[in-house]
Protein backbone atom coordinates (compact mmCIF):
# COMPACT_ATOMS: atom_id res chain seq x y z
CA UNK A 1 0.00 0.00 0.00
CA UNK A 2 1.34 3.36 -1.21
CA UNK A 3 0.09 4.42 2.25
CA UNK A 4 2.46 2.54 4.41
CA UNK A 5 5.60 3.36 1.96
CA UNK A 6 4.36 7.25 2.24
CA UNK A 7 5.27 7.16 5.85
CA UNK A 8 7.68 4.24 6.36
CA UNK A 9 5.55 1.84 7.78
CA UNK A 10 6.62 -1.60 8.04
CA UNK A 11 4.43 -4.37 5.49
CA UNK A 12 2.31 -5.49 8.63
CA UNK A 13 0.92 -2.33 8.42
CA UNK A 14 0.06 -2.37 4.73
CA UNK A 15 -1.79 -5.56 5.35
CA UNK A 16 -3.49 -4.53 8.89
CA UNK A 17 -4.87 -1.27 6.43
CA UNK A 18 -6.10 -3.43 4.06
CA UNK A 19 -8.13 -5.64 6.52
CA UNK A 20 -9.64 -2.64 7.69
CA UNK A 21 -10.77 -1.25 4.71
CA UNK A 22 -12.27 -5.00 3.18
CA UNK A 23 -14.11 -5.19 6.74
CA UNK A 24 -15.47 -1.89 6.70
CA UNK A 25 -16.42 -2.52 3.10
CA UNK A 26 -18.33 -5.91 4.12
CA UNK A 27 -19.94 -4.41 7.52
CA UNK A 28 -23.65 -4.83 7.62
CA UNK A 29 -24.05 -1.21 9.80
CA UNK A 30 -21.90 0.70 8.91
CA UNK A 31 -21.60 4.46 10.86
CA UNK A 32 -19.96 6.33 7.68
CA UNK A 33 -21.21 6.86 4.63
CA UNK A 34 -17.35 5.89 3.09
CA UNK A 35 -17.52 2.29 2.80
CA UNK A 36 -15.85 1.06 -0.26
CA UNK A 37 -12.43 0.76 0.12
CA UNK A 38 -11.82 2.85 -2.37
CA UNK A 39 -13.56 5.73 -0.89
CA UNK A 40 -12.36 5.16 2.53
CA UNK A 41 -9.06 4.65 1.62
CA UNK A 42 -8.96 8.11 1.27
CA UNK A 43 -11.56 9.50 3.18
CA UNK A 44 -10.38 7.64 6.07
CA UNK A 45 -7.08 6.18 6.27
CA UNK A 46 -4.97 8.63 4.40
CA UNK A 47 -6.68 11.02 6.21
CA UNK A 48 -6.36 9.54 9.66
CA UNK A 49 -2.56 8.95 8.88
CA UNK A 50 -2.00 12.35 8.46
CA UNK A 51 -1.87 12.57 12.37
CA UNK A 52 1.66 10.65 12.07
CA UNK A 53 2.89 14.39 11.12
CA UNK A 54 2.94 15.22 14.54
CA UNK A 55 5.61 13.69 16.28
CA UNK A 56 4.25 13.43 19.73
CA UNK A 57 1.13 11.29 18.33
CA UNK A 58 3.50 9.11 16.45
CA UNK A 59 5.74 8.34 20.08
CA UNK A 60 2.86 8.49 21.84
CA UNK A 61 2.14 5.45 24.22
CA UNK A 62 -1.63 5.73 24.94
CA UNK A 63 -3.67 7.22 22.74
CA UNK A 64 -7.46 8.59 23.53
CA UNK A 65 -9.65 8.66 20.02
CA UNK A 66 -12.68 10.44 21.95
CA UNK A 67 -15.99 10.08 19.67
CA UNK A 68 -14.38 7.89 17.83
CA UNK A 69 -17.75 6.84 15.19
CA UNK A 70 -16.96 4.24 13.07
CA UNK A 71 -13.46 4.05 14.00
CA UNK A 72 -10.98 6.49 12.71
CA UNK A 73 -8.38 7.67 13.44
CA UNK A 74 -7.95 5.61 16.15
CA UNK A 75 -8.02 2.00 14.48
CA UNK A 76 -5.56 3.14 11.49
CA UNK A 77 -3.09 4.97 13.92
CA UNK A 78 -3.37 1.47 16.03
CA UNK A 79 -2.30 -0.15 12.58
CA UNK A 80 0.19 1.70 12.22
CA UNK A 81 1.44 2.20 15.70
CA UNK A 82 1.25 -1.65 17.09
CA UNK A 83 3.42 -0.45 20.28
CA UNK A 84 0.89 2.06 21.33
CA UNK A 85 -2.57 1.47 23.26
CA UNK A 86 -5.13 2.63 21.68
CA UNK A 87 -8.60 3.34 23.57
CA UNK A 88 -11.78 4.24 20.86
CA UNK A 89 -13.97 6.34 23.25
CA UNK A 90 -17.88 5.66 21.73
CA UNK A 91 -20.55 5.82 23.33
CA UNK A 92 -23.09 4.86 21.04
CA UNK A 93 -23.28 0.92 21.59
CA UNK A 94 -23.94 0.44 17.61
CA UNK A 95 -21.12 2.26 17.11
CA UNK A 96 -18.81 0.61 19.50
CA UNK A 97 -19.91 -2.70 18.15
CA UNK A 98 -18.77 -1.99 14.74
CA UNK A 99 -15.60 -0.65 16.21
CA UNK A 100 -14.85 -3.69 17.79
CA UNK A 101 -15.47 -5.72 14.89
CA UNK A 102 -13.07 -3.98 12.67
CA UNK A 103 -10.19 -4.26 15.14
CA UNK A 104 -11.19 -7.81 15.36
CA UNK A 105 -10.66 -8.19 11.64
CA UNK A 106 -7.82 -6.19 11.08
CA UNK A 107 -6.09 -8.51 14.19
CA UNK A 108 -5.58 -4.69 15.82
CA UNK A 109 -4.99 -6.37 19.50
CA UNK A 110 -3.74 -3.18 20.58
CA UNK A 111 -6.77 -1.47 19.78
CA UNK A 112 -10.43 -1.47 21.82
CA UNK A 113 -13.86 0.06 22.01
CA UNK A 114 -14.54 2.24 25.50
CA UNK A 115 -18.40 2.91 25.71
CA UNK A 116 -18.48 5.70 27.60
CA UNK A 117 -18.66 9.55 27.48
CA UNK A 118 -15.70 11.37 27.15
CA UNK A 119 -16.38 12.96 30.70
CA UNK A 120 -17.50 10.08 32.16
CA UNK A 121 -14.31 8.37 31.05
CA UNK A 122 -11.81 10.95 32.26
CA UNK A 123 -13.84 10.91 36.10
CA UNK A 124 -12.58 7.43 36.07
CA UNK A 125 -9.92 5.34 34.28
CA UNK A 126 -8.87 7.78 31.94
CA UNK A 127 -8.26 10.72 33.90
CA UNK A 128 -4.72 11.77 33.06
CA UNK A 129 -3.99 8.77 31.13
CA UNK A 130 -3.24 9.50 27.95
CA UNK A 131 0.19 10.57 25.96
CA UNK A 132 -2.18 11.92 23.07
CA UNK A 133 -5.85 12.54 22.47
CA UNK A 134 -7.37 12.33 18.99
CA UNK A 135 -10.49 13.84 17.51
CA UNK A 136 -11.78 13.97 14.01
CA UNK A 137 -15.11 15.54 12.38
CA UNK A 138 -15.65 15.96 15.85
CA UNK A 139 -16.62 19.76 17.32
CA UNK A 140 -15.76 23.03 17.70
CA UNK A 141 -12.15 23.33 19.54
CA UNK A 142 -13.61 24.77 22.58
CA UNK A 143 -15.54 21.99 23.03
CA UNK A 144 -12.65 19.43 21.84
CA UNK A 145 -10.33 21.11 24.09
CA UNK A 146 -12.89 20.99 27.30
CA UNK A 147 -12.90 16.58 26.44
CA UNK A 148 -9.17 16.58 25.83
CA UNK A 149 -7.76 18.25 28.86
CA UNK A 150 -9.06 16.20 31.43
CA UNK A 151 -7.74 12.86 29.94
CA UNK A 152 -4.33 13.97 29.11
CA UNK A 153 -1.27 13.82 31.31
CA UNK A 154 1.07 17.12 31.84
CA UNK A 155 3.07 17.21 28.19
CA UNK A 156 0.13 15.57 26.37
CA UNK A 157 -0.80 16.83 22.85
CA UNK A 158 -4.34 17.37 21.58
CA UNK A 159 -4.78 16.52 17.88
CA UNK A 160 -7.44 17.60 16.07
CA UNK A 161 -8.69 17.30 12.49
CA UNK A 162 -10.70 20.18 11.01
CA UNK A 163 -11.33 21.88 7.34
CA UNK A 164 -11.13 25.29 6.70
CA UNK A 165 -9.45 27.82 9.34
CA UNK A 166 -12.02 29.61 11.35
CA UNK A 167 -10.69 32.84 12.95
CA UNK A 168 -13.88 32.87 15.75
CA UNK A 169 -13.34 29.38 16.61
CA UNK A 170 -9.93 29.09 17.12
CA UNK A 171 -10.01 32.49 18.86
CA UNK A 172 -12.72 30.30 21.50
CA UNK A 173 -10.19 27.58 21.41
CA UNK A 174 -7.91 29.56 23.03
CA UNK A 175 -10.12 30.95 25.54
CA UNK A 176 -11.06 27.45 26.48
CA UNK A 177 -7.48 25.92 26.30
CA UNK A 178 -5.97 28.20 28.78
CA UNK A 179 -8.62 28.06 31.28
CA UNK A 180 -8.30 24.02 30.69
CA UNK A 181 -4.50 24.27 30.91
CA UNK A 182 -3.41 23.92 27.42
CA UNK A 183 -1.69 25.59 25.23
CA UNK A 184 -2.00 25.68 21.40
CA UNK A 185 1.20 24.60 19.86
CA UNK A 186 0.91 25.10 15.81
CA UNK A 187 -1.98 24.70 13.61
CA UNK A 188 -0.23 22.79 10.55
CA UNK A 189 -1.93 22.60 7.02
CA UNK A 190 -2.74 18.91 5.88
CA UNK A 191 -2.84 16.73 2.11
CA UNK A 192 -3.75 13.67 3.28
CA UNK A 193 -4.40 12.44 -0.62
CA UNK A 194 -4.17 14.09 -3.87
CA UNK A 195 -7.22 16.83 -4.44
CA UNK A 196 -7.54 17.26 -0.83
CA UNK A 197 -8.35 20.84 0.17
CA UNK A 198 -8.52 22.93 3.32
CA UNK A 199 -7.57 20.42 6.09
CA UNK A 200 -5.88 21.22 9.23
CA UNK A 201 -4.44 19.39 12.07
CA UNK A 202 -4.73 21.67 15.50
CA UNK A 203 -2.11 20.98 18.08
CA UNK A 204 -2.77 21.89 21.94
CA UNK A 205 -0.12 20.60 24.56
CA UNK A 206 -1.14 20.27 28.42
CA UNK A 207 1.30 22.69 29.98
CA UNK A 208 -0.42 22.69 33.28
CA UNK A 209 -3.21 21.31 35.57
CA UNK A 210 -6.90 21.11 34.73
CA UNK A 211 -8.82 22.42 37.13
CA UNK A 212 -10.58 20.14 39.34
CA UNK A 213 -13.96 21.12 38.51
CA UNK A 214 -13.28 19.71 34.79
CA UNK A 215 -14.77 17.33 33.33
CA UNK A 216 -18.16 19.23 34.20
CA UNK A 217 -21.41 16.54 33.89
CA UNK A 218 -22.03 14.82 30.10
CA UNK A 219 -23.21 17.90 27.63
CA UNK A 220 -22.24 21.04 29.21
CA UNK A 221 -19.36 21.24 27.14
CA UNK A 222 -21.39 21.47 24.21
CA UNK A 223 -24.25 23.49 25.31
CA UNK A 224 -22.34 26.09 27.64
CA UNK A 225 -19.43 26.11 25.78
CA UNK A 226 -16.42 27.86 27.63
CA UNK A 227 -15.38 29.98 25.53
Do not use: C
Amino acid sequence: MGLARRYGLPASTADALEALLGALSREVDPPTTLRSPEEALNGHIADSLSGLAVSDLAAAWRIADVGAGAGFPGLALAAALPDAQVDLIESSARKAAVIDRLATAADLENAWAVRARAEEWARGDGAGAYDAVTARALGPLAVLAEYAAPLLRRGGTLVAWKGSRDSAEEAAGLVAAERLGLRLEKVLQSTPFEGSRERHLHLYVKVGPTPPEFPRRVGMARKRPLA
